[in-house]
């Protein structure tokens, strides 16, 4: 199946039915159809050919909907950047895909042209408006809807074609995109589904970037079940976003660590949350404590820990029925995929051991875009001749009845004392304090230790000190565990995706 199909069998089984709120804007499922298909038919006319590239420079909006659909029923591939991208790295991104295409804001209009000047290959900027206070010489997405004919293109690519690429941060600090096929995206869509028991009854608000593929896949799996997506612009206003999910009779509530850190500092009884279903949390693992407390919040709710990562979409999730006995865990492999841990030499390891998690299945993606070496390291051969296992960087260990449990990044493991020292352990501790909002573990260079252990910590109780924080440490953790230094900080550094971004801490 192609990724388009999920909006134009939706279209066709329910046309009226609205599949999208956007600020004010409703939209219908015919819309939307509508809409990609003006915006299709006026890519090809202008050049835009099966397998080009296309960036998405834009926010959460209905004009992102429009382009990611039009870019695939045009036979493209979609590239979406977050709005807040600077200069040189969007830059890099557009020669390294090679992208024809870029959309923008209308406020883009200047960066717009200066790249149209100077990287070859883009040959089509298209703005959202004109820009206020003057005019553009680029098209705008009115223009087009209104020129346009909504008759549906002719499918060009078959499921083995690139549907995206979704750029991630690299070990070298520059960006590196994941390669998906239409049947990448189509099967872990599918296998998300069936485990969240998704019907066209749902309604899901999202509030994650598009940029990030779990914001991402919220839009396709609607679409896919034909359900609603209130699309927001983020988190930055919770009790609007709290208003609308009672307003909107929302049954799905995707977040992340950061978000629900921030709801369980209001008071929830002040809105109406009845209609919620379920919860999903990935990106990072929820401390213990805090799916207790998010459970306690919202009794009624099947809460979902998952993991994941950009190379397999999705990869484990924890049966809600199965929090209780196991809150620690992140689960077993999505439906329809297997996974592993092995040792550094490649053995097979039994329950209890710590090692790398390995996967496999249809949601492995393709590889990192132009870079061979890379998807070498990460992508590598599997039993059956011809298939790709992911290799994921991630370490875990494994229960007697094969629940996951995450332990660290293989490059965040601190080597304190000629000791190997997980920061989630240490971070998990500190978390059972009452009064803690965030905390993030890293290693230092120390001269005597190797590197030493430094905690970033942000809390609720002012009262709260550095000082109480060593003393919970020293009284709940091994000598070795114990941080060097407890700094409690206003607030922790964010990546786009809403993670704790450990890499700009020393």
């Known amino acids: 199946m192609l990724v388009q199909e999920f909006l134009e069998q939706s279209a066709e089984q329910q046309p009226g039915k609205t599949c999208l709120v956007c600020g004010d804007i409703r939209l219908t499922y015919a819309d939307v159809e509508a809409h990609a298909n003006r915006l299709a038919n006026a890519l090809m006319d202008h050049g835009f050919a099966r397998g080009d590239r296309a960036v998405l420079f834009l926010p959460n909006s209905v004009e992102l909907v429009f382009a990611i659909f039009a870019v695939l029923k045009a036979g493209g591939v979609f590239i979406v950047i977050h709005p807040s991208t600077k200069q040189e790295k969007l830059a890099y991104i557009l020669k390294n895909s090679a992208a024809t295409a870029l959309f923008a804001d209308a406020s883009q209009n200047q960066r717009c042209q200066s790249l149209l000047d100077s990287i070859p290959a883009l040959t089509i900027a298209i703005l959202t408006n004109q820009p206020r206070g003057g005019s553009s010489t680029l098209p705008t997405i009115p223009q087009w809807l209104s020129s346009y004919s909504d008759h549906r293109p002719r499918h060009q690519n078959i499921d083995l074609d690139l549907a995206c690429l979704v750029y991630t941060s690299g070990s070298t600090g520059e960006p590196k995109g994941v390669m998906s096929d239409h ?35 919220q839009l396709l799996m609607s679409f896919k079940f034909g359900g609603r997506l209130i699309l927001e612009k983020g988190f930055a206003f919770p009790a609007a976003i709290l208003n609308r999910i009672g307003l909107e009779q929302v049954t799905g509530f995707p977040g992340v660590p950061t978000i629900y850190s921030m709801l369980l500092q209001m008071d929830l009884s002040r809105f109406n949350l009845s209609s919620l279903r379920y919860l999903t949390n990935t990106a990072a693992a929820l401390p213990t404590s805090h799916i207790q407390a998010i459970r306690s919040a919202f009794p009624a709710v099947r809460l979902y820990s998952m993991y994941g990562l950009t190379e397999t979409k999705r990869t484990l999730y924890l049966p809600p029925e199965e929090l209780d006995e196991r809150p620690g865990s992140v689960g077993i492999p999505i439906p329809g995929t297997e996974a592993w841990l092995e040792d550094e030499e490649g053995n097979h390891l039994p329950a209890g051991e710590t090692g790398e998690l390995v996967v496999r299945g249809r949601h492995v993606m393709r590889g990192y875009w132009k870079d061979p070496q890379l998807s070498a390291l990460r992508f590598r051969p599997g039993a059956i001749p011809g298939e790709r296992l992911c290799y994921t960087g991630d370490l875990f260990r494994q229960d007697t009845e094969g629940f996951f449990y995450f332990v660290a990044r293989k490059d965040d493991i601190i080597k304190c004392r000629g000791e190997k020292v997980a920061p989630r352990e240490i971070e998990n501790v500190i978390y059972q304090l009452s009064g803690v909002r965030e905390a993030a573990v890293i290693g230092v260079p120390d001269p005597l230790l190797g590197q030493a252990i430094k905690a970033f910590v942000t809390v609720d109780d002012p009262a709260l000190t550095e000082s109480d924080l060593m003393r919970h440490c020293r009284s709940n953790l091994e000598d070795l565990l114990v941080p060097q230094q407890v700094v409690i900080v206003p607030e922790l550094p964010k990546t786009e995706s809403g993670k704790i971004n450990k890499k700009v801490l020393s």
């Open 183 to 217: 049947s990448n995206v189509d099967f872990a869509t599918s296998s998300i589904i069936q485990y969240l028991e998704n019907s066209p009854d749902d309604v899901i608000i999202n509030t994650l970037p598009l940029s990030f593929d779990y914001g991402l896949y």
